[in-house]
């Protein structure tokens, strides 16, 4: 687990950036946090980093946006409406995929999350300020977290 | 009589017409995630090449899944819209069925997170319900019953041929507005027609 404390928007958006430059196959991204912490804003560095042109914004009317101009395609979804449950969408296929997905409040969709993933915490401290524990779950993840952050 | 054979359910696009059991014209190919783009165009291409309209279609078999979300609500929808405009009757054969084809086997379809489809079959007849087994559950289902190959999705199987086999024994769907796909999952949400 790493903790990471950033001062600045562009700090957030640096190692975002890292992250996403470092992925090249499948990878599962879970994003937690409060409203307002930053993690659409994350999930936008992450898309620079994949090489993604299109403008990427909050996925929580859609639930799923793809986006399939970067190295990869990138999957980012929200599962804040389905907070009162849902039939199966198909959202498995999406994220088994070799393709980024990204997924802002995973614990409204918890039946279509693999094995192993990292989980991205992030906590608002105040307007200028954020924390993020990086929360590897799996080898490849850990050799992730390692390769970005130390 | 003449019969639309249409397989999306899974990796494949399998397209067959057929004329009082004749093949008249048949396609199968590897097609992922571009069955929805292809096969208006391919049945067209197919009916075009025998000269065949929409209106002489007296029937359309489609298979039912197990299979890809999306992939099994392809040639079904397909089929659906058609019999809602035009008098086309319907038949629906198990994905599982149609690997079997009338061969006594075991079939499997690959469902994500080590698990597979598992049907069991002999002359066409099912002897157990199509269902979702962990790989390892399924390693040992397989050696309870060597006399049983396994057959799994692959281009040698004549997906139409088997379906439209198949469908010579199997009852028309009588309300079709209520047909849906075949997806085996945990917990179904079932609804109710």
């Given at each position: 687990m790493y903790k990471v404390t950033l001062n600045s928007v562009e700090e957030t958006n640096s190692i975002a950036l890292k992250l996403g430059q470092a992925i090249n196959g499948h990878a599962v991204i879970l994003l937690t946090g409060?409203?307002?912490?930053?993690k659409t804003t994350f999930t936008k560095g992450l898309a620079k980093g994949l090489g993604v042109k299109e403008i990427v914004n909050s996925p929580?009317?859609?639930i799923l946006k793809e986006y399939h101009s970067g190295r990869l395609p990138l999957y980012h979804f929200d599962a804040y409406r389905l907070e009162d449950g849902y039939e199966d969408l198909g959202f498995g296929e999406y994220i088994d995929s070799d393709a980024l997905s990204v997924i802002e409040w995973p614990i409204y969709m918890q039946e279509d999350i693999p094995e192993e993933y990292l989980e991205i915490n992030l906590q608002y401290i105040d307007e200028q300020t954020r924390t993020i524990e990086f929360i590897p779950h799996g080898l490849a993840y850990e050799t992730l977290c390692k390769e970005v952050l130390a | 009589m003449r019969t639309i054979v249409m397989d999306t359910s899974n990796h494949y696009l399998a397209i067959a017409l057929y004329e009082d059991g004749m093949l008249r014209a048949c396609r199968q190919l590897e097609a992922l995630k571009q069955q929805s783009e292809l096969a208006i165009p391919v049945l067209k291409d197919l009916m075009d090449g025998q000269h065949w309209?929409?209106?002489?279609?007296g029937e359309m078999v489609v298979s039912l899944g197990p299979g890809s979300y999306t992939g099994v609500r392809i040639a079904m929808t397909i089929a659906k819209t058609l019999s809602a405009v035009m008098p086309i009757r319907l038949k629906a054969i198990s994905s599982l069925a149609m690997l079997a084809g009338d061969q006594k086997a075991i079939s499997i379809i690959d469902a994500r997170g080590n698990k597979f489809y598992v049907g069991m079959y002999e002359n066409g007849e099912p002897l157990m319900e199509d269902t979702l087994m962990e790989a390892e559950v399924f390693e040992t289902f397989k050696n309870e019953h060597p006399d049983f190959p396994i057959v799994a999705l692959v281009d040698e199987i004549p997906l139409c041929d088997n379906l439209y086999l198949l469908s010579r024994k199997a009852p028309y769907i009588e309300d079709c507005d209520c047909l849906v796909p075949t997806y085996i999952k945990g917990v179904e949400a079932k609804k109710q027609c």
């Open positions: 409060d409203l307002g912490a930053g929580t009317f859609t | 309209q929409m209106k002489d279609i």
